[in-house]
């Protein structure tokens, strides 16, 4: 037990629904990350409730409740001093995806003159979309499995929302055979992602989850859940 001097401060953990990150499957709250911080409280010795919320909310606690914790986010400059961070806890990256039977697209150039780039209605993906310039964004899906319906569907040529771990995840949910969806090569974002917690959080217990999570990279166990939810890319 690495020991919180924090432990029975009411301090309140939330997430987002972002597989595979943190979601609910069989009405129970899961995730790599979800696996991590109760691996990390274990090892603290603290208990505090996670509550999953819509993703705009669960950012608003963070900002506006004391003694907020909010996993899984991306580490931007723009969010570096509104919190106290731990982490890292894995790096991703974010590319955009076609329908490998649709002409290739292998440039920046061509996804921003393309007709249309869909993705998700609010969140950090369509910001940084449109801080590379692109002006072809369709907004529309409310979540992350209605870019892939949209996709299939024909609605839409171009999807940007997902992590390779999550378009993974979201074609096993939806069924969606292997060679159906392609990469294009282009990377439009990499970051790793952390926990955040509001800045009047103790540093001591910053400390603390910041030792726990060390030990578990340490010892193995943070590689072990990462490789419980790597499953190949469809290419």
């Known amino acids: 037990m690495l020991g919180s001097a924090t432990a029975a401060e009411p301090y ?14 069989n009405n129970q709250l899961t995730g790599m990350t979800t696996e991590i911080v109760r691996a990390i409280m274990t090892l603290t010795g603290d208990d505090f409730e996670i509550s999953l919320q819509p993703s705009m909310r669960a950012t608003q606690i963070l900002k506006n409740r004391p003694k907020t914790i909010m996993y899984s986010l991306f580490r931007t400059p723009e969010r570096e001093p ?5 982490g890292p806890i894995v790096e991703e990256s974010i590319h955009a995806y076609q329908l490998s039977d649709s002409p290739p697209i292998n440039s920046l150039e061509q996804l921003l003159r393309a007709p249309q780039v869909t993705t998700r209605h609010a969140g950090l993906v369509p910001q940084m ?31 940007v929302g997902d992590t390779a771990a999550g378009v993974a995840y979201y074609s096993r949910q939806l069924s969606i ?3 159906t969806l392609r990469k294009i090569p282009i990377e439009l974002y990499r970051s790793s992602l952390y ?21 578990l990279r340490q010892s193995g166990e943070l590689a072990r859940i990462q490789r419980r939810y790597e499953q190949p890319t469809q290419q």
């Open 12 to 25: 309140q953990v939330v997430t987002e629904e972002w597989a595979p990150y943190n979601y609910v499957e």
């Open 82 to 86: 509104l919190y106290k961070w731990v």
């Open 129 to 159: 979309l449109q801080s590379l310039g692109f002006n072809n964004l369709d907004k529309s899906a409310t979540e992350s499995k209605l870019l892939y319906r949209m996709l299939l569907a024909g609605r839409t040529n171009i999807i």
């Open 177 to 179: 055979a292997p060679g």
């Open 195 to 215: 926990i955040a917690f509001s800045t009047d959080s103790d540093d001591e217990l910053i400390a603390a989850w910041t030792r726990a999570l060390e030990k």
